[in-house]
């Protein structure tokens, strides 16, 4: 069964940082390209960023350049958003998704940014 | 940037009708084109990728069709589990981007 399991997430401060993990198992983690995409409260979904199987391509959302960044580590099969400079407009559930087509999802994590 | 126009934004139906959802590339993406069914404090599930192939476990009442700039979610005969948000998403390009979503109500 493909799962991704997510972690991190919470109530950070304006300008502050965060770290989002998704942990994969029930697929070949190094055979997809990974996504995260987030939904604002009440809002719809918006991409943010996607990296290649090996992590030699990596895409951003122009909101979130130079801010976040996306990463992963296929001996842990697991993919990561570095957050930092977080603003309050951040806020927002994200998800982890296999693939750019989203074939499937992880259970999503709360980000809050609030003084 | 691609922009997808899904419509209508909502529809009322009742258990049984027949449901159309369209969504509207602004520029050809061949068949790069996925659907999504969203319910309120979940995830969103995989319907359909690559604009008609139905992904594992989807009932067959869901159906995609198109390519180029014009595509169609089919739902044959509406149930009660498929009340819910739907989403296309076009991902021939970065950055990749959503329609902004059809909230299917119970008439």
């Known amino acids: 069964e493909v799962q991704l399991v997510q972690s991190g997430g919470g109530l950070v401060q304006p300008g502050g940082s965060l770290r989002l993990s998704c942990a994969a198992s029930g697929f070949t983690f190094s055979d997809y390209w990974m996504s995260w995409v987030r939904q604002a409260p009440g809002k719809g979904l918006e991409w943010v960023a996607s990296i290649k199987q090996d992590g030699s391509d990596k895409n951003h959302v122009d909101s979130v350049k130079g801010r976040f960044t996306i990463s992963r580590d296929n001996a842990k099969n697991s993919l990561y958003l570095q957050m930092n400079s977080l603003r309050a407009e951040d806020t927002a559930v994200y998800y982890c998704?296999?693939?750019?087509?989203?074939?499937?999802w992880g259970q999503g994590t709360l980000v809050t940014v609030s003084s | 940037d691609i922009q997808m126009t899904q419509s209508p934004s909502s529809l009322s139906a009742s258990v049984g009708d027949r449901v159309t959802i369209t969504c509207r590339a602004s520029q050809g993406i061949s068949n790069y084109l996925a659907w999504f069914q969203q319910k309120p404090g979940k995830a969103p599930k995989s319907l359909i990728s690559a604009a008609s192939s139905l992904q594992s476990g989807v009932p067959s009442k869901f159906s995609g069709s198109g390519s180029g700039t014009d595509f169609t979610l089919t739902i044959s005969s509406l149930q009660p589990e498929d009340f819910a948000t739907y989403y296309c998403q076009q991902y021939y390009s970065f950055p990749l981007t959503f329609g902004g979503g059809t909230k299917v109500e119970i008439k």
């Open positions: 998704a296999r693939s750019n087509a989203g074939y499937s």
